[in-house]
């Protein structure tokens, strides 16, 4: 009786301890699954972008602001004429070289898919603008077709064409799930280059939902030519 006593307490105690030992694992595990990598910078610097591009492989998905992180406008007073161009002479040769090693490339702009008066079809215009100075997205989902991006509430406003994501009224964010469902594009970092701090916070707070590593770079360069008058 004694030793069926010992015994019983003996398979108790492993029990227990087990259990601790589980959900102790279990709770790291959990912790983990919570807090993914996640990193914001802020620079004016080009190469700490390079930096981390060099730090991406093919599972790395690489997100592009256009305005102010691509392309800037250059007013000539004189003539009245407004004239897009690089904020860095060298983006476009380091999106290349992101393509040549397999990473997938994306535009994601504010920019509305929508007619205007002034531009008839916008997405197009922004896709051949990008194109005449050395910028080829399209490279990226070749066999993907442009398409209005379904959104939860059914309204057309965020859209794609040539590995450019318009998003209109849309949150960065919602825009960018809404396209990597539709590409079915599930990758396991994301870099986020912009030059609005709040667009990486929400883009940052997805990639934590989703537990994908991300690495949000505020990009500060175009401020820095305008502060110079350049
Ligand atoms: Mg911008």
Known sequence: MRSKLISLFAILF?????????????????????????????????????AEFERADENTL?????????????????????????????MPQLVDEL???????VVLTALSAKASKKLQNPIKWRIET?????????????SLENCWLPM?????DSAYDQGVICCG????DDSLKAFLGYASCHPSKIIFIDDSIRNIQHVEAFCKERRVVFVGIEYTEEKKLMERGE
């Not at 992180?69 to 000539?76: A, E, G, K, N, P």
């Not at 393509?99 to 490339?105: L, S, V, Y």
């Not at 939860?152 to 057309?156: A, W």
């Open 14 to 50: 492993l029990l227990c301890g087990c259990t601790e030992d589980g959900a102790e694992k279990k709770q790291t595990q959990e912790q983990n699954q919570n807090h993914p990598d996640t990193k914001i910078i802020t620079t004016d610097k080009i190469e700490d972008i390079e």
């Open 62 to 90: 690489v997100v592009f602001d256009c305005d102010g992180v691509l392309t800037t406008i250059s007013w000539d007073r004189a003539k009245s004429n407004r004239q897009t161009i690089l904020v860095n002479k060298k």
């Open 99 to 105: 393509q040549q090693r397999e990473i997938k490339t």
């Open 130 to 142: 990008l194109k005449s100075l050395g910028y080829h997205f399209e490279k990226s989902f070749p």
């Open 152 to 156: 939860p509430n059914n309204q057309p």
């Open 169 to 172: 009224r849309t949150r960065k």
